[in-house]
């Protein structure tokens, strides 16, 4: 462990002395910006010059995020129909519209919003703390749900809503009734698969229209951390704290504060900043793309203990065609052991492959095997759903037995496993705790501070300019340093510059790798509103490239705008490996440019017949998650 740290500090050190090392060079890889470029993106943001479009609003071209919202119904948006409330259809937006805090119309009018998202439906923030314009759209369902009366099918349908619009939204809010909000919290923490972005569920408890009422500030808090945090997590929004999806339950009918997350600190809360507990954000860890798997197995059931249950109850419950439940337990995943009439029905489904998960009836904790009235249920071949609610641990048996790839064993597996956050992982506690980092402590020692507290503002403090450091040279060693500190891989310099940006724009294959695979986002956008992805692009690294692709990395819209202009410059000038890693990053190569001319129209005008050869032959292939099946050289003219 001190050797370990000890090599740690050698490769930090090293990573520190080296002269390139220069931070300011660092993070100035990719600052000289092209007017053009950035002059093309501004829809009409620069002739806004009212007092409410201040110069911070529009200057720069990073400063739109946009949001997608799913109104599925809830008390958010009902109203009063004989004395009892229901939802209203087509009278949310009309009522947003109204509320300044949630609508800018000013701002709207004078940057042609609605013009260029085209939809009736789209709306605008007022200018956040962070200097963003959150613009959202929202999409109605019809009809409108009270939560009571929602079912697989609808989670299915949000799923397959987001997948449709991912590539075009930098995060999701979905409005919900709360009665039901934890379970599809939880089921679509399971459905969405390599998720990368947030999608954040809230609604209210009083309907937004009432003059006293909790959904105004539900809806900004979730649009405001949607629009401005990669948080690539299911979460839940509700009365100023963001929850991890999977771990909230719904506590109290008659509170504001309706939700708790018993096992799991919340992940943001909103009181006068907005603070993201990034220690705790789930990381996505992946190099695949992000799916939704809408099929869910519906042969699955909740069954709560209580004394006196009879051997009949039981065994009614476990009858096929029942393939999954949940049993929630006493206190640390106790049953009586003095029932053999009880524990017998439960072997028997356990050997005729019903998987049943041992959850707690309590609130909080987890279930442990330290009494003999646990053990008992082990035995009968009980799995262990450790701190799981019943929200999650129901949700997560419909999504693991719906797989179909996968054996009856490793569908047992992965119900033990921590698969998205919703249990304590086998390692728990093995989380390092920055007392235990030498490299910190010598820094601690040297400004004579103790308390935790400062010691991770110090590593907060010093993590990004130096992850971004360890990225410019390719050093994985100096990286897993960082990490062990407890780094979030995520955390930009203060150009917004991440780790992975640096890794793309130097074409460190390797170590971009390592980054995806520890927590670093594909959704980065810098202060000029760079990806990494343009950034591999600018740099001509095709397999970086490639493996963005590949989990799923795609242009922003500012970028795609302003392809076409990039493209016809790369025509003009006979550049064909330009060319080519542009279509490989996913760019349309019939994006016209900025005087309406496509780069095959271009070349052809100004006679470049390698040029236009060489476009109808990448035109013709397909590239399919950054791979183009064809050879870069170009046949005949
Ligand atoms: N507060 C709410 O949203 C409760 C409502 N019954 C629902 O779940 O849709």
Known sequence: MADSSLNNMTSLARALSQPTLNLTEVTDVFSPRNSLRHSCRRRKLSSCNSLECDESATSPSAA???????????????????????????????????????????????????????SENSLVLPLSKGYKRIVYTVIEYNPLLDSSNMTTDDWGRIGKDIEKNYESYDGFVILHGTDTMAYTASALSFMC?????????????????????????????????????????VCLYFYNKLYRGNRVTKVDAGSFNAFSSPNLAPLAVAEVDITINWDTVWRANTTAKFQVSTELNRNVGLLRLFPGITAATMRAFLQPPMEGVVLETYGSGNAPDNRPDLLEELKKATDSDVIIINCTQCLRGTVAASYATGKVLMDAGLIAGGDMTPEAALSKLSYVLAKKDISFDAKKKLMARNLRGEMISDVAGAKL?????????????????????????????????????SAKIGDIEALEALKEMGTNMCLSDYDGRTPLHIAACEGHLKLVEYLLSHGATVYAKDRYGDTPLSNAVRFRHKEVVKLLRKTGAHFSRDELDEAGTEL???????????????????????????????ALQLAHAVGKKEVVAFLVQLMSKKATSGVIEFSATPTGS
């Open 568 to 598: 016809c410059s790369l025509a003009a000038s006979g550049d064909l490996e330009g060319l080519e890693i542009w279509k490989l990053a996913g760019a349309d190569l019939n994006k016209p440019g900025y005087n309406g001319q496509t």
């Open 193 to 233: 698969e390599h998720l990368g972005k947030p999608i954040i569920l809230t609604g209210s408890q009083v309907p937004i229209y009432e003059m006293r009422n909790d959904g105004r500030d539900n809806l900004l808090g979730a649009l405001l951390i949607a629009g401005q945090f990669v948080i690539p997590e």
């Open 433 to 469: 705790c920055l007392s235990d980092n030498r490299f910190i402590q010598v820094i601690a020692k040297a400004l004579s501070i103790s308390c935790k507290e400062e010691l991770e503002a110090i590593r907060d403090a010093l993590a990004p300019p130096l992850a971004c450091a």
């Open 64 to 118: 739109e995020a946009r949001v997608l919202v799913l109104n599925t119904g809830g008390t958010i948006g009902m109203t009063l129909h004989n004395k009892v409330l229901a939802p209203k259809a087509n009278a949310f937006v009309k009522g947003l519209r109204k509320l300044p805090i949630l609508h800018d119309e000013l701002y709207a009018q004078q940057t042609g919003l609605y013009q260029y998202y085209g």
